[in-house]
């Protein structure tokens, strides 16, 4: 039996479970739904999915807190959820595994995941590393971060973070405090790096090789090293978009309407001020900017109007690969593999 467990403080978690949900009752598997709730937990109803809350519930101001202390926004010392979260959710997932059955608990970013799957025996699969995976470390691939989490590099020129940010994210211990205090109570394998924290058993990789610049062969064929958990494993499946059936606001809607080539900006784990600098720099382009934003204070940015062929070319290359492409499927597909 199969667990997808969505984190409801993201829309983009919540719809990528929805699809993946849909992508797996298609292949005629039997999905079970849970979550700690949250703002978004709305979408699993309205499409009317049968779901279970375990644990107290995530309220709207708990669910932003929670969104504001992730990685790259959050500070590194600390584990976005306290303690006794930790220990509350861990022990509620790994009896509602245990339950139901359970042999494959799939989530985005439900990281106390990681501890109840070693303390009920079942599989975790993850989607929520995105591409920051180790075959990009690997390759040196990463860029300099613009606000690193690891304080060593804070006042490093480019060249060396570059160079440290694609040789530390298995050795950095960031955001894993709390889930290694907890998992040493409970006798189970703990998270030795922030590079750990963010894979599963198995982890989905949602980019094609032709972005990613790695090739599927390779990412599929990457072994775990010192600092990640044995017996992680890599897989491409495709782009796995946030598709929820929501009504666009008018003012979107005429925004979109005007011609000319528009650029999406949805930089959502990133402080604010990182985002503005992005509208700076995309403002030399001769395209209008409509602006995503989750936990920030965004409401003084304004379109701009600016031209480059470039960018439009590069755009629609990059269009037509993901069209090719069902990125859910090819996920339920891996998942089914497990079983």
Not at 180 to 193: H, K, N, Q, T, Y
Not at 267 to 275: A, E, F, G, I, L
């Amino acid at each position: 039996m199969i667990c997808l467990l969505p984190h409801c403080a993201y829309l983009s978690e919540t719809s990528r479970m929805l699809d993946l949900h849909r992508a797996l009752t298609e292949l005629g598997l039997e999905v079970r739904v849970a979550t700690h709730g949250g703002p978004h937990e709305r979408l699993l109803a309205e499409a009317g999915i049968a779901y279970d809350v375990l644990g107290p519930g995530l309220s709207p101001a708990r669910a932003a807190a929670f969104v504001g202390s992730a990685v790259g926004l959050g500070d590194p010392r600390q584990s976005m959820y306290d303690d006794d979260e930790i220990r509350t959710y861990v022990a509620a997932e790994a009896e509602y595994f245990r339950a139901h059955g359970i042999t494959i608990a799939v989530t985005g970013f439900t990281l106390t995941t990681l501890l109840s799957s070693r303390l009920a025996g079942v599989q975790v699969i993850t989607e929520h590393a995105g591409s920051f995976v180790p075959p990009m470390f690997e390759h040196r691939l990463l860029p300099a971060p613009t606000h690193p989490v690891d304080p060593r590099l804070k006042h490093a020129p480019d060249w060396l973070a570059r160079f440290l940010i694609n040789r530390t994210p298995n050795r950095f211990p960031g955001y894993c405090s709390g889930f290694d205090r907890v998992a040493e109570e409970l006798g189970v394998e703990g998270i030795p790096s922030l590079a750990a924290l963010l894979l599963g058993d198995l982890s989905l990789v949602p980019e094609i090789p032709e972005v990613l610049g790695v090739s599927a062969a390779e990412v599929a064929a990457w072994t775990p090293g010192k600092g990640y958990r044995p017996g992680s494993q890599l897989r491409t499946v495709g782009p796995l978009f946030a598709q929820p059936n929501l009504p666009i606001p008018p003012e979107v809607h005429t925004f979109l309407d005007r011609p000319g080539p528009t650029i999406y900006l949805a930089m959502t784990s990133t402080p604010p001020d990182q985002v503005r600098q992005a509208v700076a720099d995309l403002s030399r382009l001769d395209a209008r900017i409509l602006v995503a934003g989750t936990i920030h204070s965004l409401a003084d940015l304004t379109t701009q109007v600016l031209a480059n062929p470039t960018h439009r070319e590069s755009a629609e290359r990059i269009q037509k690969l993901y069209a090719a492409i069902d990125g859910p499927t090819e996920a339920a597909r891996a998942i089914a593999q497990q079983l």
